[in-house]
């Protein structure tokens, strides 16, 4: 499901140029903080994860994530993602009533454009009607330290739709998916974590579909 606006091919353009893309649309999935060069966990001032009771479209959507990593580190980085994923869509569920989808995001990205861009990636759906079924498969999940950006951490991600639909929630049918609105069937996605007082936040995400093409990924490694 996109969780931030599309990537335009005008946008992959520009950041084939970086060594990696961490610039489009920002912030996504569970809880984790990791000091490049081995400097030690801190875990104050976290956001909290989403409740297991707040979950999205309860007894139609499940998510299958890939097993977290071994290094404590990364391992709370990718948690720390994944409560954003979730968050992001209780908020769609709420139909806007939630925000602590926020709470995973920098003041940077929640200002200005980048917050203009999100919000009205959220409202879209929302204003849509769509809610979600069936099982969203996140893999190929990795954490690295971005070579181009210092200080940021790059989660990076798989996502498979194949089995998520979509459906009309005034009526409960399912419905075609609308890869404009919904995100395509496959995705990768890269979200670039930074420190905010001493707290990772998400300060951007980047979706790549086959259809816009990337010279950084290989679209069938998603597929």
Request: proline share 8%; hydrophobic share 40%; net charge neutral.
């Amino acid at each position: 499901m996109r969780r931030c606006g599309a990537v335009a091919p005008a946008a992959i353009a520009a950041l084939a140029s970086a060594a990696l893309a961490v610039a489009g649309c920002a912030a996504s999935s569970s809880t984790s903080q990791f000091r490049p060069g081995g400097a030690t966990l801190q875990t104050s001032s976290l956001p909290s994860p989403a409740p297991a009771s707040l979950q999205p479209w309860p007894g139609k959507a499940t998510w299958k994530w890939d097993p977290l990593p071994a290094d404590p580190l990364k391992r709370e980085l990718v948690q720390l993602d994944r409560a954003y994923f979730i968050a992001w869509d209780y908020a769609i569920f709420t139909r806007g009533a939630s925000q602590q989808w926020e709470s995973y995001l920098t003041p940077v990205l929640l200002s200005g454009n980048s917050r203009a861009g999100i919000k009205h990636e959220l409202k879209q759906i929302i204003a849509f009607h769509h809610g979600f079924e069936g099982r969203e498969v996140i893999s190929r999940t990795t954490v690295r330290t971005s070579p181009s950006l210092p200080g940021q951490m790059v989660v990076d991600f798989c996502i498979n739709d194949a089995h998520f639909r979509v459906f009309d929630t005034r009526t409960g049918k399912v419905i075609p998916r609308d890869p404009a609105v919904d995100g395509d069937i496959h995705e990768e996605e890269q979200d670039a974590f930074s420190q905010v007082g001493g707290v990772w936040k998400i300060a951007t995400i980047d979706v790549f579909t086959g259809t816009a093409g990337s010279p950084l990924i290989s679209p069938p490694e998603c597929s």
